[in-house]
Each structure stands twice: as structure tokens, then as C-alpha cells.
């Protein structure tokens, strides 16, 4: 695991997300993190509400100014109580929210993004934020989303049992890694989760389960995951199950009361599906490496 040395911490005003901002100061103050709290100005988000105000600009020109100038002292006032006593470099920006975020964590050579999913309303468990998602795209750096959940309850957060979500794909190597070395950061539990495609036999009739068939694919995946145990260095306990990868992780995040879940990256194809819906179904911050 690298070092955690700059969280990058993009805040929308209207939304501050207050827990994924206290859990980003709390991974601030046990790796004596910078945040780098960035806000991107999109004049169209502004300028409805201005109005409604009741400030009607001359032009454009004017408009941006003064849009400039109530972000930035709404940026300067921003979340000083949530982040008292830490390093915190304010940046305000102009733009597109999701390009932004990724270029501004390239150029503070950030080593963390810490960001909710802004999954509201009745479609919360279907769609993404489409920020998120593309940052979750294109960033370089592991990724943190707060829990996808509605109207999200603040609580005090610490990290105490982890779960790490393995596919025994080539990347599992570099996601354990980071999980065992979090675990042994904060003294936490540690418990790898494999799942298994469904162990149903297809034909005619009704689908079936053969045992044997059961057994196999499990003892193989018992194997794998000792092996990739072994290679990283590490000893946690191990989750295997079958069927929807989403529904089954997010059981047993709640079965081991873990307090966050890591996973690999959701880059492209069907690791990207599966990845968004991890997040999608999770009621735990998920940390994507």
C-alpha cells in the first residue's frame, strides 16, 4: 500500500457529504495526510440559483465573476470544524467536475480520492453519479465512495474489520495487498470474499445443483485464495459464496460488520459492471484500488 499522503476531497456545496468528508479526516489523521479540498465552478449550477435569488447578471462576463466570487468564499468557510487541526490546501476551479477531479489529482499527485456517489432518490440503487463514475474511470489513483445510500446517517467511523472483495483475477495480487496492509495499519480484521458464478446445472427442468460440481469449484477457490495468501504475506479469514456478486458482498459486509470494502478497480468490460454495482449495493464506504 502506498503511502497515503494527499487525499484529494472534491466538495459540492449543496452536498457536502459530511460522512465521507469525517472519513477522510480520519484517514488524514492516522497517515498525517494533506486534503486537498477542491471545488469546480460549473456556471450552470450557479446561475439558476443566483437568479432565483435574485441576482440577475448584466452578462456573462459579470455572472462568472460573481459565481467566482460566492465559491470561493463559501470554499474559504468550507467544513473548518469536520477538518480542524488538519493540512488543507483549498482549491477552486473552473470546469468540467469529473475531468477536473482527475486532472487535479494528477498535477497534486494525489494518492487518494475521497468522494460520495450522490446516489439519492428512488433510483439510488440503479445509477451512479455520473461524476463518480468517471472518475472511478479514468483516475490513476485508488478511489474512495462513501456508502450508497439515501439520506445516510452521519456516525463515527473507524476501521476495525475490512472486507476484501477477490475475483483471483491478475489484479487480486495488488487488491489484497492494499487490504492486508490497511488491516495492519489500524489493527483491524481482515476477511478476503470470493464469489463464485452460480453453481447451477443447466438443462431441462428445473436448474440444479450438483454437490460434487459445488465442491470442486469451491476447494479450487479455497486453493487459490492460499496460494494468493501465501504470495502476499498475509493470514485473514475467507468469505466464499455463490451467485450476485453485489447483493452477496454487501451480505457479507453486514455479516462481518465491516467498515469498508475493497475491491479492484472497475476499469472496462464486465469488471466495470460488476465494480459500479458493488458500489451501487454497498452500505459500507468502498475503497476501489
Not at 98 to 125: C, N, S, W
Request: a negative charge; proline letters at 6%.
Amino acid at each position: 500500500m502506498p503511502r497515503i499522503g494527499r487525499i484529494l476531497l472534491p466538495i459540492d456545496f449543496q452536498d457536502p457529504s459530511k460522512n465521507v468528508v469525517h472519513q477522510a479526516a480520519v484517514l488524514a489523521r492516522h497517515f498525517h495526510s494533506e486534503i486537498v479540498m477542491l471545488h469546480v465552478v460549473t456556471p450552470l449550477s450557479y446561475s439558476a440559483a443566483m437568479i432565483e435569488g435574485g441576482y440577475v447578471p448584466a452578462n456573462l462576463g459579470d455572472l462568472l465573476k460573481e459565481l467566482i466570487r460566492q465559491a470561493q468564499k463559501q470554499l474559504d468557510d468550507a467544513l473548518r470544524p469536520e477538518l480542524d487541526g488538519l493540512a488543507v490546501k483549498r482549491v477552486l476551479l473552473e470546469g468540467d467536475p469529473a475531468l477536473t477531479i482527475v486532472q487535479t489529482a494528477r498535477v497534486e499527485k494525489a494518492d487518494l480520492i475521497a468522494m460520495p456517489t450522490h446516489g439519492y432518490g428512488a433510483f439510488r440503487r440503479f445509477l451512479l453519479g455520473s461524476v463518480t463514475a468517471k472518475v472511478l474511470h479514468d483516475s490513476d489513483c485508488p478511489v474512495w465512495t462513501g456508502a450508497h445510500l439515501e439520506g445516510e446517517p452521519a456516525r463515527e467511523f473507524s476501521i476495525r474489520n475490512i472486507l476484501c472483495a477477490v475475483d483471483l483475477s491478475a489484479h487480486s495480487s495488488k487488491t489484497v495487498q492494499w487490504a492486508s496492509q490497511l488491516a495492519t495499519e489500524f489493527g483491524a480484521r481482515l476477511i478476503l470474499a470470493h464469489i463464485i458464478a452460480g453453481m447451477e446445472i443447466y438443462g431441462p427442468g428445473p436448474y440444479q445443483v450438483d454437490p460434487a460440481w459445488t465442491e470442486a469449484l469451491v476447494s479450487s477457490a479455497n486453493r487459490q485464495l492460499a496460494n494468493l495468501q501465501q504470495e502476499v504475506g498475509t493470514k485473514a479469514e475467507v468469505f466464499i459464496s455463490s451467485g450476485d456478486v453485489p447483493k452477496l458482498l454487501s451480505h457479507a459486509a453486514e455479516q462481518t460488520s465491516a467498515d469498508v470494502l475493497i475491491i479492484g478497480r472497475p476499469l472496462s468490460g464486465r469488471l466495470r459492471a460488476t465494480g459500479y454495482g458493488i458500489i451501487r449495493e454497498s452500505y459500507v464506504p468502498v475503497l476501489s484500488v
